[in-house]
Every structure is written in C-alpha cells, then in structure tokens.
C-alpha cells in the first residue's frame, strides 16, 4: 500500500546549522498491516507520520501510495486526505461543533455527502466507537477518552485506506487508556491499515503485525513484535523494550512525608496501568517502615515496573548493613510471614553497597 524510500527531514537552526531529523526512513506497508512505531523521544516518531502525510513535507525521498508519488507536483491534497487518517494526542475536534457535527463535517465537505447521507454514516461510526448516545453533545462535555473516541470515529467517515496515530493515549487519564485501546484492538481485528505511534508496550506488542523501533532519525529495527520484544538484533532495541520504570523514595526517619510518598507511589501505578497493585504496596510500605525498618533509618524504597515482563517490585535498601532487614532481631517473625504472603517471592540480597530486599509482587 504504502513505500517509503529514503525518507529524509532537515530542519535549519537558528543559527544555520542543519538538524537532520529523518535521515533515511525505508519502509513497506501492506494493506491491513497494523505497525507500531516505538523508541525514544525525539527520534523523529511524530516528524515521520507528519511527513508520511505531508502535514509536514518531507526534504528528500519518495512516498508511494497505491502506486502513486504523493510527493509529485500536482498530486491532489484532498485525496490524500481522504484515503490516510490522522489522530493527534489532542483530539483536534471542532470545539463549537457538536458531536455529530464534528463526524459529519469532513464527509459533506470532502466526500460531498448530503446531510442526511452523512448523519446516518457518522451514527454509524460514533455507535462503533461507543459514542452514539453523546451525538448531540459538545466537545467540552466529553472526556479525554471519550473525545479520542470522536476523534477516531471522524477519521473513520472518510472511509480511509490506512490511519496515522500520534501517541493516542499519552494525554489522557490512565483510567481511559483502556477505552481508546480498545477501539484500535478492534479496528485491528477488522483489518484496518494503522500505523501507531506508542508507548504501550503491551498493546504494540499484542496487536501489532509488526513493530518499527525508531532511534536515531532511522528504522533502527523492524520485525514482528515477537523479534523485537524477544530477540532484538540491536542492544539500542533492546535497552529501549527492557528498560525498568523506576521511583525512588528516601525515608530519613519517622517523620518522612509519608502521605507525598504514598501520592507518587499511586501516580505511578496509575502511569503504568498496575493500579491494582497499589493497595498491596501501600500495605507493604506501612509494615516495612512501621514494624521492620523502624530503627533502620534512612532507607531507600524503590518501585520498580518492568513493562516487557510486567514485573512490579517494592526494594527495600539500606547501606552498609550485611544482613537482611528481615532477619534481625526484634523484628516480629509473624510480621515477616504477612509480608511474605503478600508478595510472589521476597529476595534478599547484599548489593555493594548494603542490602536489599526485593518484595515481588
Ligand atoms: P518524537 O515524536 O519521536 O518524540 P519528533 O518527531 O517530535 O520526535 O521530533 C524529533 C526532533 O525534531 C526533535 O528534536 C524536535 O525538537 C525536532 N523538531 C520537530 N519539529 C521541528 C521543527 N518544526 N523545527 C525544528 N526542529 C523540529
Ligand atoms: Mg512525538
């Protein structure tokens, strides 16, 4: 459907020097290919769909699409923009449209549909999306999943070939991730053309047919999510799906802000969508600095989350200590026994610089 030969994209500083965003993009995509693009911020993610169509032109290179140069001089816009979606982080609706409104503007205008014709496709498309009941409603009167959802459903009443995503979730509550995720599981099951830009690791590596890691202002590595999750040819690849999401916390004594901790803690559950483990660390928490490191301060807590193994870990880290917190005197065995069945497995470790026990969770 879609070839892309030595994409480039330069931009000229200020003071004159060239900044080489996209420096040599190739790439095929095939009808009903759902890709995931991933990797690092700035590597050009967003510049590469804004060029792909041509929001945002490219500097050098050629983009074939159902066999024609979009490139080429003369080539028209409008059909362009009717065969390729784009859904923006933002929503980018219509705020003095309603709903409907916001669904069926393009189709009158573009596909030049009758009113009626266009209502009763973007019902449609809004019931698809879960959003028919809000039809009459205003943008202002929706939230952010809700409003991504309209988003999606406008860009499907132009009955286009392939649809461009640009981090569909990143602004949104993490409680509605989920919603929008879904609606794209779904387009992808009915053999929708996508090409998303993410940081879900979980959704790329689920519903994707293949994944282009983006490093650098190039496809560093391109495989199916398989290859890329599991068996990276390249260590920048690697590095980038295994990488650990962390928080850490310093407790310098009885009075540390307990409640800041317990806020962030939660906050970044909620970022990593394991919201459900949240009480099970609080609990740990409370017990390790009221009844196990009680006269052990200052300690390090730290929370980890691995998104590739989606493994959560509570540590508990002290320095210059060569036993385990656990073991230690005083420290009542029936409490260590409730801290253990809360968790998958207790690690207790000598790290170089002290001791850490790992709550797996
Ligand atoms: P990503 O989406 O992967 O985070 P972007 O494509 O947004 O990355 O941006 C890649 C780089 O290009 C960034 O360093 C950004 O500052 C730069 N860039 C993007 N747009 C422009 C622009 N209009 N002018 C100059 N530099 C830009
Ligand atoms: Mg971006």
Redesign the pocket.
């Known amino acids: 459907m879609i070839t892309i030969k030595h994409l480039s ?1 330069r ?3 200020p003071d004159g020097t060239v ?1 080489e ?2 420096k040599d993009v190739n790439c095929e995509i095939g009808s009903g290919e759902v890709i995931s693009i991933i ?12 060029a792909i169509n041509l929001l ?1 032109p490219p500097t050098g290179g050629e983009i074939l699409f159902d066999g024609e140069n979009i490139l080429a001089k003369g080539y028209p816009l409008n059909r362009l923009r009717q065969k390729m979606g784009m859904v923006f982080q933002s929503f980018n609706l219509f705020e003095h449209l309603s709903i409907l409104d916001n669904v069926t503007f393009a189709p009158m205008k573009l596909r030049h549909l009758s009113r009626q014709e266009a209502e009763e496709e973007s019902m449609a498309m809004l019931r698809k999306v879960g959003m028919a009941e809000k039809a009459n409603a205003m943008p202002s009167d929706l939230s952010g999943g809700q409003k991504q959802r309209v988003a999606i459903a406008r860009c499907l009443a132009m009955h286009p070939e392939v649809i461009l995503f ?2 569909p979730t990143s602004a949104l509550d993490p409680t509605m991730v989920g919603e929008v995720l879904s609606v794209l599981r779904q387009l992808a099951a009915e053999g929708m053309t996508m090409l998303i ?1 993410t940081h879900e690791m979980k959704f790329a590596r689920d519903v994707s047919t293949r994944i282009f890691f ?1 490093n650098e ?1 190039i496809i560093y590595e391109d495989g199916t999510p398989q290859q890329i999750f599991e068996n990276p040819v390249h260590s920048a690849t690697k590095a980038f799906v295994q990488r650990i999401r962390k928080a850490v916390f310093e407790v310098d004594g009885p009075d540390y802000d307990m409640l800041s901790v317990r806020s962030q803690m939660d906050a970044f559950c909620n970022k990593y969508h394991i919201a459900s483990k949240n009480e099970t660390i609080s609990s740990i928490v409370d017990l390790v600095t009221t009844k196990v490191m009680s006269t052990a301060y200052p300690f390090t807590l730290r929370l980890t989350y691995s998104e590739l193994s989606d493994i959560t870990a509570l540590d508990v880290m002290k320095e210059n200590i060569e036993t385990s917190p656990l073991q230690t005197d005083g420290v009542d065995r029936q409490v260590v026994e409730t801290l253990r069945s809360m968790c998958k497995e207790v690690v207790e470790e000598s790290t170089t610089r002290g001791f850490r026990v790992k709550f797996v969770l």
């Open positions: 994209k931009y000229i500083n900044f965003v996209l990797g690092p911020s700035g590597t050009g993610k967003s510049t590469f769909l804004r945002d640009d981090e830009v983006m202002g």
